[in-house]
């Protein structure tokens, strides 16, 4: 284990442990582009600023704000991510995974990832729902190389990365309120351009269903440290290609942001008998 970056989870989560009080979270969310909203289920909340918390960087990308908010949701407490570190701004994928490996030395056991995607498989649309299955990381990159980090395992299975139960349960609690919730594999890219409609194309023949760039360095430093996994897209833009339309991160707020309250209610659905 390298010292450098197990004190850094260390000194990251001192700071944090300090400003929860007697809360203690056991579910931690990574809220995407534009589902910062989601946020604002978060009952009774504490934020804390990334501004205080050692290692962590304020965001460079509009739709991401930079604080965790803690507080509870479905009944449970759970710990919020407002604004992830995407490689794309210069982050190492250790650095992508920090606050996942902080929320485990925390004691959160569940870990629930968001972010807007763009659709690959042809029936989804703008607006689309995607429990995750499975992931492709086609981003070069791991937050696991170098030495072990303390509570991880060298070679994690990656088998049923997205707990089994918890997709179960998605589905279920999408059927009993209504919300159409497609499944599919997400592909994470380095970005930040997006695709061309050749890279869809041969993604789309990889076996992928939404692209986008993020959450696998995320869900592979939690599967290591043994935490479950949980996530879902927001197909906020059919891939290059697919459509006519040129595809800017405006677009791709509006469509996230739109969605936001069925990714949460879908969220403390699943939370709440955790
Ligand atoms: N590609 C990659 N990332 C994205 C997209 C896309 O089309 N839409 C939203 N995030």
Known sequence: MTGAASDAVARAAAVVRERLGNRR??????????????????????????GDIPGFHVPTVEGHRGELVVGTLGGKTVIGQSGRFHMYEGHSADEAALPVRVFRALGVETLVVTNAAGGIRRTFSAGTIMLISDHINLTGRSPLIGPVRPGETRFPDMTVAYDADLRTAARATAERLGIPLAEGVYVGLLGPTYETPSEVRMLERLGGDAVGMSTVAEVIAARAGGMRCLGFSTITNPGAGISPMPLSHAEVMEIAGRMGDRVGRLIEGVVAPL
Not at 25 to 50: N, Q
């Open 25 to 50: 979270p056991t579910v931690a969310i990574v809220l995407g582009s534009g589902l910062g909203g989601l946020a604002d289920r978060i009952a009774d909340p504490i934020r804390i600023g990334y």
